[in-house]
């Protein structure tokens, strides 16, 4: 495992911003953490990043204890947070070549690695233009680029898409996989649930400081119900007739019946209606989302704020 927490506990005051938090996160790997607001996901991310000191538990990083090791943590990781770290009145090239001598490349060097990021990342007609010209997509892209200068096992991604419009977060999302086919690591913290169904290898919900569920995408659908079929009929006597013969839950003028999410179940109710002279006004599929996952694992009790902002 690159990362491995366990019994993670903070403390502010009299709230527990994290309640004992176990973690593994395998390496080449997406790690996405969710969270309502106050859950304690950023928390986790700077005790991870050597930015905050735990009160209890260990936390390693590449190996590296994060009290006892910070400065081998550091080197082997990248943090890019919500907001752009960006130099508006440098050039896309000038910032990436500060980033680099930065991390203690020789000039030649830097010059070279930032030519071989602003290729990478699409940022080649655009290096000698001022950043503060730059659209939203491209200002993540460069922050994203100048997190790559050190070649870093871990990327520490908090809210990386925020603010994008579909088309920036969709070329975001080909640059982490990219990143992850080569071997980094990324953990991530997201607000869009669709990114994390997306991205993510395994994901942990947390809420009020404890995990409250783990696994992939699919099991944590799994958790809280599977596909179903929801079947409108015209009339109440119809519903009843139906309900009588598919089982389910009637609602209104609506039955919703367990479904394996098949062509072949969906064919097999169909016929099963028309055999028995049930006429049915509409027939539509559901399957769990993640938003179904986020709402039935986490809860919305008002939160005190802490020190780290407004995600936490």
Do not use: C
Not at 97 to 116: F, I, K, Q, S
Not at 279 to 297: E, G, K, Q, Y
């Amino acid at each position: 495992m690159i990362v491995e927490v366990t019994g993670l506990r903070k403390t502010y005051g009299s709230t527990a911003v994290l309640a004992g938090i176990d973690l593994r996160v395998p390496a080449g790997s997406v790690f996405a953490l969710l969270g309502p607001n106050g859950a304690g996901k950023t928390t986790t991310v700077r005790i991870l990043t050597t930015l905050t000191r735990p009160d209890a538990g260990t936390a390693l990083v590449a190996g590296h204890d994060v009290v006892r090791e910070p400065a081998r943590v550091r080197a082997a990781i990248s943090l890019t947070g919500q907001y752009s770290a960006v130099d508006d009145e440098q050039t896309g090239r000038e910032n990436l070549v500060m980033a680099a001598r930065l991390m203690h490349l020789g000039r030649a060097r830097a010059r070279h690695r930032a030519d071989e990021l602003l290729e990478r990342f699409d940022l080649v007609d655009a290096m000698t233009k001022r950043v503060s010209t730059y659209s939203g997509g491209m200002r993540r892209r460069l922050d994203l680029a100048m997190s790559l200068v050190a070649n870093p096992q871990v990327i520490f991604l908090d809210e990386p898409t925020t603010g994008l419009d579909p088309a920036s977060r969709s070329t975001m999302w080909d640059a982490i996989k990219e990143l992850v086919r080569g071997g980094t690591t990324i953990v991530l913290t997201t607000q869009y649930l669709e990114e994390a169904d997306r991205l993510a290898d395994r994901i942990v919900v947390v809420d009020h400081g404890r995990v409250v569920a783990a696994g992939t995408a699919d099991s944590l659908k799994a958790q809280v119900g599977g596909d179903r079929l929801d079947l409108t009929f015209d009339t109440h006597p119809t519903l009843a007739r139906a309900t009588n013969l598919l089982g389910g839950i009637p609602t209104d003028q609506t039955l919703s019946i367990p479904s394996d999410g098949t062509a072949t179940h969906l064919h097999h109710v169909l016929n099963t209606l028309h055999t028995n002279n049930i006429p049915i006004l509409r027939v539509t599929s559901h399957r769990p989302t993640l938003d179904d996952v986020f709402m039935a694992l986490t809860t919305t009790t008002q939160r005190t704020p802490t020190p780290q902002g407004t995600l936490r």
